[in-house]
């Protein structure tokens, strides 16, 4: 029972689909996304020309929203509008593109038309691309018309899953015309593609290494002489330094004691002085009194 409802739900949201892809045919449209919210179901509408989408005052949303909620019976659409990033690398903006220029100067500038789709498509920075146009072009008979550029798988798991292909249909003069666009996204992992880790890269940084420690051994031995050599000269100069200490050191005392000794000397000397005035004075008071009788005598 629920893989039926999944089964039911699924077809509902291809019909939505396909019922906007008529409806916005020749305006730049892209695809839909259908999203279920709590508030309602959300549609997100991919185009490279929102301004045509929404219309004046936004009278094209409103008359989707009032289509949805009557042909599908949905309770709350919420439609927005999305813009594509790089529009030549969307299939269904390529295809649509084609179809438009066709039925507009018919199928006498096919070539030029596909040539130039298949250079903006690799500009863009696509691997690879093909386009196939298939009808009465140019003349009475059918025929296919392959235009290719680029790298583009045929066969095998990336041309299943990651190739990119979208068939559409022109209406012209001289019959229907079939257009087939596949496209190799840039971003396609190819198993043939090898890249290197950064981890190899590391071990072989590691296996140098050791090699330049052998290599730098003498020169490490040379610094360490060097270091050496500036210690003992750093030595030098800090005795060199330090014998002028000593001699300042030494010089104030000898200049102390010089003037210890020279005091000492003047008192000796005042000493002498003193006792040779003490040993004259009675001699000269010796004389003086001999010279009083001298002179009294006579």
């Keep these: 029972m629920i893989e039926k409802q999944f089964l039911v739900q699924k077809l509902k949201e291809h019909q939505i689909q396909k019922f906007i892809s008529s409806r916005l045919a020749k305006t730049g449209y892209s695809h839909t996304e259908i999203k279920r919210t709590p508030l309602g179901e959300k549609v997100i509408i991919y185009t490279t020309r929102p301004g ?6 936004g009278e094209n949303i409103q008359n989707l929203t009032n289509t ?9 659409p919420q439609i927005e509008i999305g813009e594509i990033g790089s529009p030549m690398l969307d299939i269904n903006f390529v295809c649509d593109k084609i179809v438009s220029t066709l039925e507009r100067f018919g ?9 130039r789709t298949l250079q903006d498509i690799i500009d863009s920075g696509a691997m690879g691309a093909e386009i196939l146009i298939s009808g009465k072009v140019p003349g009475s008979r059918a025929r296919t018309w392959r235009f290719s550029a680029g790298y583009l798988k045929k066969s095998g798991d990336i041309s299943e899953n990651y190739v990119a292909r979208t068939y559409s249909k022109a209406q012209l003069k001289s019959g229907i015309v079939g257009i087939k666009v596949s496209i190799m996204l840039p971003d396609t992992p190819m198993p043939d593609k090898i ?5 190899e890269k590391k071990s072989v940084e590691v296996s140098k290494e050791p090699m330049e420690k052998v290599e730098e051994q003498p020169s490490l031995k040379k610094n360490v002489g060097e270091e050496r050599a500036k210690e003992d000269v750093k030595e030098e100069k800090v005795v060199s330094k330090e014998k002028p200490k000593e001699i300042v050191k030494k010089e104030p005392v000898k200049e102390v004691q010089k003037i210890e000794t020279e005091k000492e000397e003047k008192k000796v000397a005042s000493k002498e002085k003193v006792t040779e005035e003490k040993t004259k004075e009675p001699l000269k008071k010796e004389i003086t009194k001999r010279s009083k009788e001298k002179i009294k005598k006579e």
């Design 195 to 199: 890249t290197f880790r950064e981890e």
């Design 107 to 115: 199928s006498k500038r096919f070539k030029s038309i596909g040539y």
């Design 52 to 57: 045509i989408v929404v219309g004046g005052r």
């Design 68 to 76: 949805l909620k009557k042909k599908f019976k949905m309770e709350n």
